[in-house]
Nanobody, 120 residues
Framework: QVQLVESGGGLVEAGGSLTLSCAASGSIEKIYMTSWYRRPLGSERDLVALIYNDGITHYADFVEGRFTISRENARSTVYLQMNNLKSEDTALYYC??????????????WGQGTQVTVSS
């Protein structure tokens, strides 16, 4: 079992910055990938960025170089640094991790989300 707690959301003006944190606890040694998703009100959930344990990262096209995902070496906390925020970045941001179990199966865990609101 892995527990996730997101923090760092809030209200910011367009052009501003926020850093989201995802703190993991429990069986963190099983985590091999951590992702940030977002869901604007009334819309589907979209992948924002992900990072593997080896440091490989991937970003959604809409990030356009504005966001950076990073991780503490202990795998316990993953950050999403968001710069030059736009009103369309307003959404509930979720952290998710994928774990590899002893039988090689994979399992996903989700946090409760943190709200980001960008005023124009």
């Amino acid at each position: 079992q892995v527990q996730l707690v997101e923090s760092g959301g809030g209200l910011v003006e367009a052009g501003g910055s926020l850093t989201l944190s995802c703190a993991a606890s429990g069986s963190i040694e099983k985590i091999y990938m951590t992702s940030w998703y977002r869901r604007p009100l009334g819309s589907e959930r979209d992948l924002v960025a992900l990072i593997y344990n080896d440091g490989i990262t991937h970003y959604a096209d809409f990030v356009e170089g504005r966001f950076t995902i990073s991780r503490e070496n202990a795998r316990s906390t993953v950050y999403l640094q968001m710069n030059n925020l736009k009103s369309e970045d307003t959404a509930l941001y979720y952290c998710s991790v994928a774990t590899r179990n002893s039988d090689s199966s994979s399992q996903a865990y989700w946090g409760q989300g943190t709200q980001v609101t960008v005023s124009s």
